[in-house]
Nanobody, 124 residues
Framework: QVQLVESGGGLVQAGGSLGLSCTAS????????MGWFRQAPGKEREFVVS????????YYADSVKGRFTISRDNAKNTVYLQMNSLKPEDTAVYYC?????????????????WGQGTQVTVSS
């Protein structure tokens, strides 16, 4: 079992930056692949970015490539999402997700554990 807690959301103007954190507890963090997903009002939850258990493999949604960066610190049981050049269309609840496995996974159904989500609002 893994418990995930996100933090760092908030309100930012378009073009600004925000950093999100997701801290895990309850199991060996380094055994888990991690992902960030988001869900805007009235839309399905969508993939944003993921990282393998080592951090050596990452995948980004096309919509965030070049603007968002995922990283992880296994010693701190934490995965980070740095978001730069934010756009109003990035507004959503952002969720951290985890699953056992060495690779980087992109589908919602591939993840077993989810955080409660943190709101990110980008004003124009």
């Amino acid at each position: 079992q893994v418990q995930l807690v996100e933090s760092g959301g908030g309100l930012v103007q378009a073009g600004g930056s925000l950093g999100l954190s997701c801290t895990a507890s309850g199991s060996t963090f380094s055994s888990y692949a991690m992902g960030w997903f988001r869900q805007a009002p009235g839309k399905e939850r969508e993939f944003v970015v993921s990282t393998s258990w080592s951090g050596g493999e990452t995948y980004y949604a096309d919509s965030v490539k070049g603007r968002f960066t995922i990283s992880r610190d296994n010693a701190k049981n934490t995965v980070y999402l740095q978001m730069n050049s934010l756009k109003p269309e990035d507004t959503a609840v952002y969720y951290c997700a985890a699953r056992r496995g060495r690779y980087s996974y992109t589908a919602t159904r591939e993840y077993d554990y989810w955080g409660q989500g943190t709101q990110v609002t980008v004003s124009s």
